[in-house]
């Protein structure tokens, strides 16, 4: 797995994040089975719940091209945010195309440094249905 290509996905697809009201510009990259690298961005609307996290943006775009598993994700960050994982209700959307061994990095836009967790540490009690 070459994690540095997607690590450059996501800080490139970050520039493109729609945030007027936040300023919170977000990238996502995820790897797909097939080793196609799929992302994504935020994009707010003045009626903030109609607004859509980078991570559900990512999903769309790698199941609108027909694949259905991610092997890892990468979320860019803005410079400084030490710690900014996935929310919970994209943790669960993560859930659903992903094992618990999913790896999640969260980047910044330059430099090496990274935090890494596993999909399983940051939804212990995932919603799943009774026969997965």
């Known amino acids: 797995m070459d994690i540095q290509s997607v690590f450059q996905a996501a800080r490139a697809v ?3 994040a729609y ?3 936040s300023n919170f510009s977000v990238g996502a990259a995820l790897l797909g089975e097939s080793g196609q ?3 994504g961005c935020n994009v707010e609307n003045i009626s903030y719940p109609l607004g859509l996290c980078v991570e559900r943006s990512a999903v769309a775009s790698m199941i609108a091209a027909g694949e259905r598993k991610i092997k890892a994700i990468a979320v860019c960050v803005p410079e ?3 710690d900014g ?3 919970g209700g994209c943790r669960q959307v993560l859930w659903e195309f992903c094992t618990v061994e999913t790896l ?3 980047i910044q836009p330059i430099g090496d440094n990274y935090h890494l967790w596993t999909l ?4 212990p009690f995932a ?3 009774l026969t997965s």
């Open 37 to 39: 690298i799929f992302t």
């Open 19 to 21: 945030a007027p009201y």
């Open 14 to 16: 970050q520039k493109n």
């Open 120 to 123: 399983g540490d940051l939804l």
């Open 104 to 106: 999640v990095y969260v």
């Open 127 to 129: 919603f799943k249905s």
């Open 80 to 82: 400084g945010i030490i």
């Open 85 to 87: 994982s996935p929310c």
